[in-house]
């Protein structure tokens, strides 16, 4: 025998040993269990049309690219419900450029195809930005302008000018906020804010706080501030970059059902995906076939697909 076979024979050996003793032991003794408690699912697309480090033109150099995959979210979306899915969306969106200007211009479907979603009682749309104000830097009366006009302003353009109907959270713009927004906020009627909780640490307040279990991440949270008197809801979301963290979404959801069948995770949980409607990962990558089982590489098609499959 070759030292290459042995060498191979001994690697799928440990394989084997580390699937027996490792992987195995813990999910054989949840078999038969059962918990109460369930997982859902929340999707959120923002849109922003107007980007800083992209040529302002209707292409894919600029927001065409946007244009484009808005459009495949909606028709993925679609195609789900015309056969029985149960898949809905949160969106947010910017209002001046997005809704005002470039949306009504070059892409008015869209505006239509997500309003048609929310009248049939499908979608919702949350607050985020008049502007793209970063409203952490505003003064009370900025932030209030700019937050009262999201709702409804003068152009017409805002969520409730163009949809008749909202959700009175925020999801703020680059998910930035400070003390004493929340005391604004909530004078304003805002309930709560979606804020990113993620793996990786770009306006994730993860990397401000104490590790949260499984329980507090994936719920809303009371958010209080001694110092300013301040109580509001958060409700911690993801990004893509957490999909990728935990390999896919089915493992995810595997791996915090079986802390709720363990006795480990005693609630429901929210896993709410929230992330830039531009992103190349929602429309999906062309990839060989020989590749198409890849995790994360599917789109939203995929990740609806993988969502509907589990029970």
Not at 119 to 127: F, K, M, P, Q, Y
Not at 137 to 162: I, L, P, W
Not at 264 to 285: C, K, M, R, T
Request: charged residues 25%; neutral net charge; glycine residues 8%.
């Amino acid at each position: 025998m070759n030292i290459a076979l042995i060498i191979v024979i001994s690697i799928a050996a440990l394989a084997a040993l580390c699937l027996l003793r490792v992987y195995l032991p813990p999910r054989v003794r949840l078999i038969g269990k059962k918990s109460p408690y369930k997982i859902y699912v929340a999707l959120g697309f923002h849109i922003n049309l107007y980007h800083s480090y992209r040529i302002d033109t209707n292409d894919e150099a600029g927001f065409g690219k946007d244009i484009r995959i808005i459009r495949k979210i909606l028709e993925v979306l679609n195609k789900y419900n015309r056969k029985g899915s149960k898949a809905r969306a949160v969106w947010d969106m910017e209002n001046l450029f997005s809704l005002e200007e470039m949306l009504p211009r070059h892409a008015p479907d869209i505006i239509g195809g997500i309003k048609r979603r929310v009248d049939e009682g499908r979608d919702e749309i949350i607050l985020m930005s008049y502007n793209n104000g970063m409203m952490s830097a505003m003064d009370e009366k900025e932030f209030s302008d700019s937050m009262k006009r999201t709702v409804s302003n003068e152009k017409k353009s805002g969520v409730k000018d163009v949809f008749g109907v909202y959700t009175p959270y925020v999801r703020p713009q680059e998910v930035m906020t400070t003390p004493g927004n929340f005391r604004l906020m909530e004078k304003l009627g805002v309930r709560a804010a979606a804020l990113y909780y993620s793996a990786i640490p770009f306006d994730a307040f993860r990397v401000f706080s104490r590790p949260l279990d499984y329980g507090e991440a994936m719920n809303p949270l009371g958010y209080v501030n001694r110092e300013t008197g301040e109580k509001f809801t958060i409700i911690p979301c993801y990004n893509i970059g957490d999909l990728v963290e935990n390999v896919s979404f089915t493992r995810w959801a595997r791996n915090v059902r079986r802390k709720q069948l363990s006795g480990e995770l005693q609630s429901d949980v929210l896993i709410f995906i929230n992330h830039d409607a531009d992103d190349a990962y929602w429309y999906g990558y062309d990839l060989p076939s020989y590749l198409k089982w890849m995790p994360n590489t599917g789109g939203v098609d995929q990740l609806i697909g993988e969502i509907d499959a589990l029970d």
